[in-house]
């Protein structure tokens, strides 16, 4: 999410970029009635596995038991939405294949959650929220081609598909930190302090205003006008200021602020910004355009 992250929860127009990597599912039939169910990470190396009995919908096994219950709750919901689904005992292998790294957070609930709404024919949305309490744009990430305005109305959800890139993209970089958020705890802590309309209607603003921006020096006025409006908003520091504070460009949160990614935007090479980086002990930059779609 690249703009009005947690204050699209509350209706503010966000815009939100697809990215290259995702993750693929494959299902195999087999004789039986269970559910064998592998994930594996980037890297081919398995990080859960979980056995699930469909006679009673009891999870057999499970590598971790806390995601084994979010499979189980998933299957449910997908049953509950699509009564013909798993209702010919079979024996099912799904083996799920990250294309990224895990701790990267590009969405992997919802990935998930969109590729089994296709196996099961539901629709993604419906699925979605009602296993989960975020907004729901990286549903509409995981079925579009190119960047979209997403908005989160009482009943409904809206998308728009634009046309967004801007003339500097080879100067944006996201930057790995390696730590995981829980985007969903994050979720909760905001749901109910609700902003006032002139928070939303900034919010608003700023979206229409990121998508006509065409120089570096603008774009990066607007990540500090950005970060400003969510930082007072949630009350947390800006990633910039606890972590980079010495940095010459510009460092933006993307969704859940205090891991996953951030942008970061840099007037200097990418050598000298890739050395900056290595310094603070952040290895790893990506270029805009070898992650987004």
Same mark, same amino acid.
């Given at each position: 999410? =690249? $703009?009005?992250? @947690?204050?699209?929860?509350? #209706? /503010?127009? /966000?815009?939100? &970029? *697809?990215?290259? &990597? #995702?993750?693929k599912m494959r299902v195999q039939e087999l004789s039986g009635s269970e559910i064998l169910w592998t994930a594996y990470d980037v890297s081919g190396k398995k990080w859960f596995s979980a056995e699930i009995d469909l006679l009673g919908f009891e999870i057999a096994k499970a590598s971790d038991p806390q995601k084994g219950s979010f499979l189980r709750k998933l299957l449910r919901a997908c049953c509950q939405n699509n009564s013909e689904f798993l209702s010919h005992w079979k024996k099912y292998k799904v083996d799920h294949y990250l294309e990224f790294p895990l701790e990267w957070g590009l969405g992997s609930s919802s990935t998930l959650i969109f590729n089994m709404a296709r196996w099961a024919d539901v629709n993604p949305y419906h699925l979605y929220f009602d296993v989960a309490s975020g907004s729901g744009y990286d549903i509409a990430c995981a079925g579009a081609? #190119? *960047?979209?305005? @997403? $908005? &989160?109305?009482?009943? $409904? /959800?809206s998308i728009e598909e634009i046309d967004f890139k801007p003339p500097f993209t080879d100067q944006l970089y996201f930057l790995p930190l390696n730590h995981k958020t829980d985007s969903q705890h994050a979720v909760e802590q905001v749901r109910t302090k609700k902003p006032a309309s002139a928070i939303i209607e900034q919010a608003n603003a700023l979206t229409e205003k990121l998508v006509e921006i065409r120089?570096?020096?603008? =774009?990066? +006025?607007w990540v500090r006008d950005h970060e400003q409006l969510v930082s007072r908003y949630i009350g947390q520091e800006r990633a910039k200021n606890r972590l980079f504070s010495d940095f010459w460009g510009e460092v933006k949160s993307l969704g859940a602020w205090g891991?996953? &990614?951030?942008l970061v935007s840099s007037s200097k090479n990418r +050598?000298?910004?890739e050395l900056y980086f290595k310094g603070k002990g952040y290895p790893q930059l990506i270029g805009y355009e070898e992650l987004i779609l």
């Open positions: 999410m =690249f $703009s009005s992250e @947690y204050l699209v929860l509350h #209706g /503010a127009h /966000a815009l939100a &970029l *697809p990215t290259r &990597l #995702g993750q081609d #190119g *960047p979209l305005i @997403y $908005s &989160l109305g009482e009943d $409904s /959800a120089k570096l020096e603008g =774009f990066e +006025q891991g996953d &990614l951030l +050598q000298e910004t």
